[in-house]
């Protein structure tokens, strides 16, 4: 058995800084901690003395290995206490660090309780241990000499050294512990000995200390399949840890390329140190590690991370992702120590873990950190474009150098030379083609002795190497025995990874008569986990994918079927990324439907989180109810579910008419009769319509619309979707029409704030500024209570529709001269902005920017550059993501504005004249006034008889555009241009009389900021 001490640092000093108190907690959580380290190693913690920690390994149970289990637990204790030494270090300000001390021996049998050892049983052996550990560096691992030569050959030890142990008259033999070896899994495997790359291992070993110097580094290696890259970056990183680094790795399978999230929550699990706990200890331990993150933070990441017991805090998946990168930056920012950060086989990554990570590398360069990226040539995503990335491509090994493997392999042995280049020509420089080759040669007797020392039995020219390296693992699989055959087919099917108990359940069987000891012995599976469950994995990406393709599909499809089963019976809850790896198993069993239902329910988990994830689910989805046999009764409602969702969604995620697949919707629900899914499906598509300027279609299509959603019938219904038509029909500049649908909504929602919040949270909120912004339009009475009103109610409704209504206000109002901000107001959307950048969307905050901008633009503040810093914000968020056009070129008109009050001219004509082009060929209807009236300003400062010429022929444009009876948008600008345009033609009685009418008119129609230019005028 070994003996396993461990203890805190200068334990008085800390002691006396802490209180005893903070003490008492942070000693709480160290040993918590470190229990559940030696419990997952099958160890037993034996006493707590006050200041650590003994632990027993082997004993009172006989453990098989206890000498390397206890290895595996010292060092990952000590990245235990690193991970707590964050926290303390930045709560208490001090250097919580460890020493650990092993020592093996036998146990006097005889003496050993069933539950708890006797002293005296291992007396001798826990002095020694301890001992080793008041001897460790601090942060460091200390083995006696008996517990060293149980373990040398499977890890990195430090030179032998004689310590002198206070109050011990002689010395002592002792080696420190460095690492668990990578060279032991290489003999274990029958790998190969490095050869080549060492100008790339260096220059890769560079950039990680120049991370751990405070320069973050970016390394990406790619290289086509087996060359070596994974190996490149083990050896890189090999001594880094050893030095302090931290390792975190996550990998990614072709299999779960569409489950979104899947690759960076497993990154983060590693990170955070959770893999294996679930639930409550989880959850303490990330908060554990980041004491300063707020509680709304915390439950996104529990959320991202799977271990959420509650319900996910409101807030948009834009938002989310925004915190959630600030987060995961931040506690990157915040280590203390250095760390490597890997992401193996990218090729296959989903994409939101994509674009997460790539956010996070964004931020690298400031981290004391690499972020290391593998992938195969044929990947061409973010992550093989990162700025800053150092990449190395790895061509195929030099004829030497594969030689120089071979020789390795085989040996010198006169026999084996003309093999050597047989298999050197068929490997063409690919070391893992080189290894395999030889091992099938082995399996199949042509080589005798031992790897490094074979003899060739037979003539060269008598052997057979199969051509391709899928050919040999081929071979090799099918030399398996039945069991270990089917063992391998099962394990392929679970993934890169898998687990006993996972494997047991699939194969029916207790994890006693699978045979997983075969695929070891082979090296097609090495075990990387020994609790819980023994985990293993699968030696090579190829060894997998032969595995995997090599079985007939319907053994195959059965496999999926269990797989899915077994998750789906022994997963409680389920969250989106568990939904989507049963549904991608259901799919790939066959059973079209399961994967339907799975994929839907992914969605619906991902559609509150992120809603490109729940619209990734919804494709899927879709891709499998086509594939679903043409006599499944349910086929078209399965058809049509999620391609309504799809329709319905796209406006939020930039979408243009064409992307929205509307054609094929209302073919399919007029098939089907399905009224109710066309509707959801044409609301998105009016909203798209809309958004990407389409107005006069919009507005024909709205009015089908309306029609359609009254015809349902259902009262929720109507009032959750009327607004993609009023919404429409305004801006199409329909104003009396865009009233009555909105008070259709007012009269059905009654005064409930949240009936019908199917896509906008608050129907009705949104329905009384539209009326207002509509009744506005036509100068009605009332319409500023309406507006005001609105933006009353969203208030109280969330952080994404809030902005929205204002945008009414703030925006349109404002700038159509109808609101003259005020101080109120100015703080309102302050406020507003605070809140959607804490919670909503992009394109909430995008709205939130534009209000805040207009109302200090148009307040005679002092911060009208401050509004103009915001306007620039908002403008390149409404470019980013394709968000309303009409809004961008709101943004542009006060930037055209701004040029010519300051001055240029040229600059205000030019940028207002595009304005003007593009809102006469979409036919949009609210802001014409505003850039008509900055051109013409401008024009007529300019004052050449071309530029009032031009400006008269702009007015004359504006007020030929044919509208509704009473629409006042346009009218009361050509009023007031025309009376400056009579004063630029010295023309005072004209002046006088237009500006009388532009300030009766108003007036009338209630028009603030008008009349306070029409004041100014007179
Ligand atoms: N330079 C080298 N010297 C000796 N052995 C090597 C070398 N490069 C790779 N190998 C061995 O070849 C095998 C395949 O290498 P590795 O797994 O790194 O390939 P890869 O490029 O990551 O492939 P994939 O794209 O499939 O993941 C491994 O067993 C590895 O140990
Ligand atoms: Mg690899």
Redesign the pocket.
Known sequence: MTVLFADVVRSMEIAASLGPERLHQVMTELVSRSVAVVEHYGGTVDKFTGDGIMALFGAPITLENHAFRACLAALELQQVARSLAVEVAHRDGIDLQIRVGLNSGRVITGEVGATHLGYTAVGAHVGMAQRMESVAPPGGVMLSESTARLVEDRVVLGERETVHIKGFATAVPARRLLAADLEHR?KA?G???????QSEKDAVAELVDRAGRGEGTIVA?T????????????ESVATASSRGFEVFVTYCESHTRDVPFHVISRLLRAVFGIVGLAGEEARARVRSQIPEAGAEDLLLLDDLLGICDSGCPDISPDARRRRLVNLINAVSLARPGPAIYIV??AQWIDSVSESLLSDFAAAVPRMRATLLV???PEYSGTLSRLPDAHLFT?AP?SDS?IAE?IK?LLGEHPSVRGLSMVIADRAAG???A??EIVRDLAERGELEGDPGACVCVREVRDIHVPASLQAIIGARIDRLSATAKRTLHAAAVIGAQFDTELLGSVLDSTPDSMDVAPLIETALVEQIAFTPHATYAF????IQMVAYESQLKAGRSELHRRVAAVLQRTQGGFTGQQAAVVATQYAAAGDLRDAFDWHMQAATWYGARDIRAARKSWQQALRVADRLPLDEPDRLTMRIAPRARLCGTAFQVGGTPADTGFDELRALTTAAGDKKSLAVGMAGHLTTLTFNAHHQEAAGMASEFATLVESIGDPAMTVGLFYAAAQAKWEAGAASESMRLAQRIIDIADGDPTMGSLVIRSPLANAIAVKGAAGMSLGRPGWRDDLEEGVVLARSVGATTRPFVQLYKYAAATQNGAVLPDAQDVAQAAETLEVAQRSANNTAVAYALLNRATTLIHTDSDERSAGFEFLAKAREIFVDEQLIVALRRMSDIEIARERARSGDLDGAIELATAVIVEQFDTGEMIFRGPATTVLVEALLSRGSTADINDAERAIDRLAAVPTEPGFVLHELPVLRLRALLACAHGDEAGYQQFLERFRAKAQEADFEGYLAQAQAMA
């Open positions: 290489r495997r790998d190969s000995r490095l050869v080549g790359r290696v290289g086509r399949p087996g060359v070596g890259k994974t190996r490149l970056v083990r193996e086989d593998v992938y195969r790895l090994l150098h493997l390795g690919v070391p893992f080189a290894e030696a090579h990406p190829l």
